[in-house]
């Protein structure tokens, strides 16, 4: 059992950055691959950043170029480094995990799920 628990979501204006934190804890087997999804009102959830045990980063084309992703070297927190923040960007932010050696990209294929941190962009 793996526990996800994101913090680190607000509210700032086009143009700013934040920084979301996902902690995990529980089983290291269930969390070698690990992402960020969104979800906005009436959208379906969708990928924007995984990372394998190993580092290697998948950025969504939507915001490459403005968010990286990152975990620590104890793989224990999950990061999300998003800059230069649009309107289109505000969402519900999710953290997951899964054991799959490979990370693929759709909400399905995650097993556990944090409770999600609300990021709100104003112009």
């Known amino acids: 059992q793996v526990l996800l628990v994101e913090s680190g979501g607000g509210s700032v204006q086009v143009g700013g950055s934040l920084r979301l934190s996902c902690t995990a804890s529980g089983n290291t087997y269930d969390r070698v691959c690990m992402g960020w999804f969104r979800q906005a009102p009436g959208k379906e959830r969708e990928g924007v950043a995984r990372?394998?045990?190993?580092?290697?980063?998948i950025i969504a084309e939507s915001v490459k170029g403005r968010f990286t992703i990152s975990r620590d070297g104890n793989k224990n927190i999950l990061l999300l480094q998003m800059s230069n923040l649009k309107p289109e960007d505000t969402a519900m932010y999710y953290c997951?995990?899964?054991?799959?050696?490979?990370?693929?990209?759709?909400?399905?294929?995650?097993?556990?799920w944090g409770q999600g941190t609300q990021v709100t962009v104003s112009s």
């Open positions: 997951s995990a899964d054991r799959s050696s490979f990370c693929y990209k759709e909400p399905y294929d995650y097993a556990y």
């Open positions: 990372t394998d045990r190993e580092g290697t980063a």
